[in-house]
């Protein structure tokens, strides 16, 4: 991004940030400026269906678990761009079909929690995991798992029944994810045993 390149340059001349520290801002930069632009369009998307509070309550259910959880990722930027705006749209409109489905919302409950307690966290090829890692991560991801299972009988319990959806549903779908990293990683291992 050009904007960053110039914003590290400025940085530089400025004797704010040092030359050999270059690549770490303009990361952090260019990782920033991708994270704003996700969360404006999720929060576009969620005016444009008139569900802002739910897509609230998406963001704080989903992001902390997801960081935590991991599993599949895009191979590009621009494909984890519309793949995030899609799940977004397709998180609150099945949070709006099926919030006051109680039976429906336990059994989503019940099978998100049997995949992401054993399997999380999933990591990606490109950033992989060692073994405190995993038990740190898979710690941290049980944690917000609860948190968010909570959050949801707190929103049941207030009658707010979008809002309870709305974390049984993105809980659900970090529990896919999961699956289809995990399955993803055997697939790549398989392809690397094969090629030695």
């Known amino acids: 991004?050009?904007?960053?390149?110039?914003?590290?340059?400025?940085?530089?001349?400025?004797?704010?940030?040092?030359?050999?520290?270059?690549?770490?801002?303009?990361?952090?930069?260019h990782h920033g400026i991708i994270t704003l632009i996700n969360i404006i369009c999720t929060i576009v998307i969620g005016i444009a269906m008139k569900m802002f509070?739910?897509?609230?309550?998406?963001?704080?259910?989903?992001?902390?678990?997801?960081?935590?959880?991991?599993?599949?990722?895009?191979?590009?930027?621009?494909r984890c761009f519309f793949y995030s705006n899609f799940l977004v749209v397709i998180i609150l409109a099945f949070s709006r079909i099926l919030a006051g489905s109680s039976i429906l919302l336990v059994i989503l409950s019940i099978a998100a929690a049997a995949i992401i307690i054993p399997?999380?966290?999933?990591?990606?090829?490109?950033?992989p995991l060692d073994e405190?890692?995993?038990?740190?991560?898979?710690?941290?991801?049980?944690?917000?798992?609860?948190?968010?299972?909570?959050?949801?009988?707190?929103f049941k319990l207030l009658s707010f029944?979008?809002?309870?959806?709305?974390?049984?549903?993105?809980?659900?779908?970090?529990?896919?994810?999961?699956?289809?990293?995990?399955i993803k990683n055997i697939m790549l291992k398989r392809k690397r045993n094969e090629a030695e």
């Open 1 to 29: 991004m050009k904007i960053v390149d110039r914003l590290v340059v400025k940085l530089i001349n400025d004797g704010a940030i040092e030359e050999e520290d270059r690549e770490i801002y303009e990361y952090g930069f």
């Open 53 to 78: 509070w739910e897509v609230i309550i998406f963001m704080a259910a989903y992001i902390p678990l997801r960081t935590n959880a991991g599993g599949f990722h895009a191979k590009t930027q621009l």
């Open 119 to 127: 399997l999380a966290p999933v990591e990606d090829q490109n950033k």
């Open 132 to 154: 405190k890692e995993v038990l740190v991560y898979g710690r941290k991801a049980r944690r917000v798992l609860l948190a968010d299972l909570i959050l949801a009988g707190g």
């Open 161 to 182: 029944e979008r809002g309870c959806s709305t974390v049984i549903v993105s809980v659900f779908c970090l529990s896919v994810f999961l699956v289809m990293g995990y």
